[in-house]
């Protein structure tokens, strides 16, 4: 008999109730505390969200994140933006009116009269962006009130 025959292993399996670490801080992590806070089961987040419950179960477990229009509704359960990172960067703030106002990228950039794809280098932070396009931005953010002049 082999020495390794005689060892078992034995592991405790955690809970699918279980809470998750609050130094996780992923949306999963905050979706399933508020929700076992709140005494509710996956389906009727799901249906809260009006998603299929898998697309639920991918939030929780990090797989996906919701659309641009799943955002909002999001925010709305969970009581805070968790997309907002405080900085007040141009980018940032490009990202919370979109959400805000349930606008893609493209929608924002014709309301602005500009080419998408200057939003989307904008909110991934794209170290080239012309002076004259953030000005076009500040002053559109001024004029919506959605970001202060600095």
């Known amino acids: 008999m082999f020495p390794i025959c005689n060892i078992t292993l034995t592991v405790k399996k955690t809970s699918p109730n279980s809470y998750p670490s609050y130094k996780d801080t992923t949306l999963g992590a905050y ?7 709140l005494k509710m089961t996956r389906v009727g987040c799901s249906r809260l969200f009006d998603v299929s419950l898998d697309t639920y179960r991918n939030w929780e477990w990090n797989w996906f994140t919701p659309n641009l229009f799943q955002k909002k509704k999001v925010n709305d359960f969970l009581g805070f933006n968790f997309w907002d990172d405080k900085s007040q960067s141009l980018s940032n703030r490009c990202l919370m009116y979109r959400i805000d106002y349930g606008l893609t990228q493209i929608q924002l950039a ?3 009269g500009i080419n998408s794809k200057t939003v989307i280098r904008l909110e991934s932070k794209h170290p080239k962006i012309s002076n004259e396009i953030v000005r076009k931005f500040k002053d559109f953010f001024v004029l919506n009130n959605k970001l202060e002049c600095k």
């Open 110 to 112: 014709e309301l602005m």
């Open 31 to 37: 979706l399933k505390r508020k929700r076992l806070g």
